[in-house]
T-cell receptor, first 114, second 111 residues
Framework: DAGITQSPRYKITETGRQVTLMCHQT?????MFWYRQDLGHGLRLIYY???????DKGEVPDGYVVSRSKTENFPLTLESATRSQTSVYFC?????????????FGEGSRLTVL | QKEVEQDPGPLSVPEGAIVSLNCTYS??????FMWYRQYSRKGPELLMY????GNKEDGRFTAQVDKSSKYISLFIRDSQPSDSATYLC???????????FGKGNQVVVIP
C-alpha cells in the first residue's frame, strides 16, 4: 500500500540500549521529518531531511541520530536510550512541490524506556 | 514565550453545536497556517491549509486567519461525534519547512 509506515509501532526498552525506529514512504517525497509528541509539549521536531544524504537538526536533536541513504527511508536511532526519551515518535513526509506544512504523518511509534 | 499558543482544553460540546478553536502566535513572519486533526493513537492528518490572511471553508470546517492580531481560528459547524479528536494548529514562514505547532486542543462531541 502507498503511504508512510513506521515500525515498530510499540517498543519497550531499557536505559542505555540502542533503539532504531524505522520510517518508510512510498511517494518519493523529498522532505522527511521526525517529531516526538509529549503531553504538555505538543509536537517537537527532532530532525528533518530535505533529500537523500541531507539532514538537519530540529528543536530537540540531542540523543538522536538520523541517516537518509535512500529517499524512501529515514531511520531514527536513539544511541543510548534514556527515560526522558519515552514518547510517541511520528515520522512525516512532504512533497517538495507542495506548500510548507502539508505533511503526511505515519501512525506513530510508542517508545517506553524503563 | 512559545511561538504558538493553543489552549489544550479539553472542550466538550453536544452534537450539532459549533466548535470554536483558536491559536495565537508571536512570529509575524508566519504566512502559512494549518490545522491538523489527530484521532486517538493515530498520526495527525492535515485538515485545513491557509496562506496569509482570510477565510477558507471546506464543508463544515472554516479556518480564519487574522495576521494583524496574530490569531487563527477553526470553526466546526454541526459537530458530529466523529469530530472528537485533538486539533493542532501549525504555522510556517515562507520557504521554511520547520513548522511551529500548538500543543493541541482535545475536542469531545457528545451524542
Amino acid at each position: 500500500d502507498a503511504g508512510i509506515t513506521q515500525s515498530p509501532r510499540y517498543k519497550i526498552t531499557e536505559t542505555g540500549r540502542q533503539v532504531t525506529l524505522m520510517c518508510h514512504q512510498t511517494w518519493s517525497h523529498s522532505y522527511m521529518f521526525w517529531y516526538r509528541q509529549d503531553l504538555g509539549h505538543g509536537l517537537r521536531l527532532i530532525y528533518y531531511s530535505a533529500a537523500a544524504d541531507i539532514t538537519d537538526k530540529g528543536e530537540v536533536p540531542d540523543g538522536y541520530v538520523v541517516s537518509r541513504s535512500k529517499t524512501e527511508n529515514f531511520p531514527l536511532t536513539l544511541e543510548s536510550a534514556t527515560r526522558s526519551q519515552t514518547s510517541v515518535y511520528f515520522c512525516a513526509s512532504q512533497d517538495s512541490g507542495r506548500g510548507p506544512g502539508e505533511l503526511f504523518f505515519g501512525e506513530g511509534s510508542r517508545l517506553t524506556v524503563l | 514565550q512559545k511561538e504558538v499558543e493553543q489552549d489544550p482544553g479539553p472542550l466538550s460540546v453536544p452534537e450539532g453545536a459549533i466548535v470554536s478553536l483558536n491559536c495565537t502566535y508571536s512570529n509575524s513572519a508566519f504566512q502559512y497556517f494549518m490545522w491538523y486533526r489527530q484521532y486517538s493513537r493515530k498520526g495527525p492528518e492535515l485538515l485545513m491549509y491557509t496562506y496569509s490572511s482570510g477565510n477558507k471553508e471546506d464543508g463544515r470546517f472554516t479556518a480564519q486567519v487574522d495576521k494583524s492580531s496574530k490569531y487563527i481560528s477553526l470553526f466546526i459547524r454541526d459537530s458530529q461525534p466523529s469530530d472528537s479528536a485533538t486539533y493542532l494548529c501549525a504555522m510556517s514562514d515562507r520557504g521554511n519547512n520547520r513548522l511551529a505547532f500548538g500543543k493541541g486542543n482535545q475536542v469531545v462531541v457528545i451524542p
